[in-house]
């Protein structure tokens, strides 16, 4: 008698616990092969599975998503949307909801989390400057002001304009990178100590529009709108200060119109060498990492956005500006040569493979669905109906520098 009472008071306590919880191990969800894709035009996002290749959810109300990204918290629940309008969203992807919204400037370009995940970073055009938030509640922490732009007409309630800033990533050492596109700057922020420094690099280069950081944290390459080349920083030894490496490229080669400035987050890294978007032509440039000296060039269908590299690095994946944006091309790193193009549709905007690489989806804004396709035969498995599709971000980049 003495057990079965024992016994009936551990059923009632597991029962109990089961409905606090309010779950079973039928509805429970891991987050590792889970993903949001942006939908541009309705504000929205769709949470995906990409084992299953399926549809969890909709969630909208994100405001204005026309260029929007994604970083993730490190246990890969929350989802940090930064949206074109100053929207800084914190989204749980296992209650598929908005845990926390804010406005937190007028116009922000993208945003970044910090090593340790408790520090969200936003990169502001209005007004200028990077905005530091708690990642947990979305308390303001700093508010970094970009330069002053003496010379320039002044905002509509009389202010001061200031740089806007672009190319905002994390760095090893609880640092946030960034760069200021009117003032020709790179800033380096530390947030290792309670009070946080921040060193300035000026004259960097003309106009840097975008940037990246290398997968190992150590390379800081801004690329250049005002001028051919790009700007390094080492920040193994930053007191080196900025390198400016291929300066030469283009020369003397007539450039076409730039219909979209390519994102240097795409950046392809195999081995010793790097897979890089040339401004203004149908080229891949390939670059010599020991040396950052250019090695080659790789002529292509039309002006490259993405050069992404799957994760074994064995093939390089490639698609384009408008107007030649319904096509994907595909190269070999071993020989640097082009081996397939695929005609997905118009409007092919954006890569994402998965963790070890055995699938690559693709937002096809222009035909409204995503596209799935196995990288080994490079054949499409998969449509999935999407609204404008955008952005595609799998939660294993919570655990990737810079991304």
């Known amino acids: 008698m003495k057990y079965q009472i024992q016994l009936i008071c551990i059923c009632i306590l ?28 309705t504000g929205q996002v769709q949470i995906v599975n990409h084992t299953s290749k399926t549809t969890l959810a909709h969630i909208d109300g994100l405001g204005d998503l026309s260029h929007a990204s994604i970083v993730y918290s490190r246990d890969q629940r929350f989802a940090y949307v930064f949206g074109r309008d100053g929207g800084l969203t914190k989204i749980d ?5 908005i845990d926390k919204r804010i406005i937190q400037s007028g116009n922000s370009i993208g945003g970044a989390i910090s090593q340790d995940g408790k520090l969200v970073a936003v990169s502001n055009y209005t007004p200028g400057g990077v905005k530091v938030f708690d990642a947990d509640t979305l308390e303001l922490i700093a508010d970094i002001s970009a330069t002053k732009l003496l010379g320039h007409a002044k905002n509509k309630d009389g202010t001061t304009k200031r740089s806007k800033v672009v190319g905002l990533v994390d760095a090893p050492g609880q640092k946030f990178v960034f760069s200021l596109f009117d003032s020709d700057e790179i800033w380096v922020a530390d947030f290792s100590k309670p009070q946080y420094h921040i060193t300035k690099y000026t004259d960097i280069g003309r106009a840097p529009y975008d940037a990246l950081i290398s997968p ?9 709108f005002g001028e051919d080349g790009m700007a390094l920083i080492d920040l193994w030894h930053p007191e080196n200060g900025v390198k400016h490496i291929l300066k030469n490229y283009g020369k003397g080669d007539k450039k076409l119109p730039v219909y979209k400035m390519p994102h240097l987050e795409g950046w392809a890294m195999a081995g010793e060498f790097a ?8 080229k891949v440039l390939v670059i010599n990492t020991r040396t950052w000296q250019q090695a080659g060039e790789i002529k292509v269908h039309g002006q490259p956005v993405f050069v992404m590299a799957q994760p074994d690095n064995r093939y390089v994946w490639v698609n384009f ?56 035969q490079q054949q499409l498995l998969k449509q999935i109906p999407a609204t404008h599709p955008s952005g595609i971000f799998f939660t294993n980049r919570a655990h990737q520098i810079g991304l």
């Open 93 to 97: 992807i296992l209650k598929d909801q």
């Open 14 to 41: 597991t029962l109990s616990l089961n409905a606090c919880m309010n779950t079973t191990p039928d509805n429970l969800r891991a987050t590792g092969d889970m993903g949001v894709v942006i939908e541009r035009a």
């Open 216 to 224: 190992d944290g150590r390379y800081y390459i801004a690329g250049l």
């Open 321 to 376: 500006a408008f107007p030649r944006n319904d096509t994907i091309q595909i190269i070999d790193t071993q020989s640097n040569s082009l081996i397939k193009t695929l005609k997905p549709g118009k409007g092919v905007l954006h890569m994402e493979f998965t963790p070890r690489g055995e699938h690559v989806w693709m937002s096809v804004r222009d035909e409204n669905i995503i596209q799935i396709y196995d990288t080994k």
């Open 275 to 282: 897979f890089v978007p040339a401004v203004g032509q149908h």
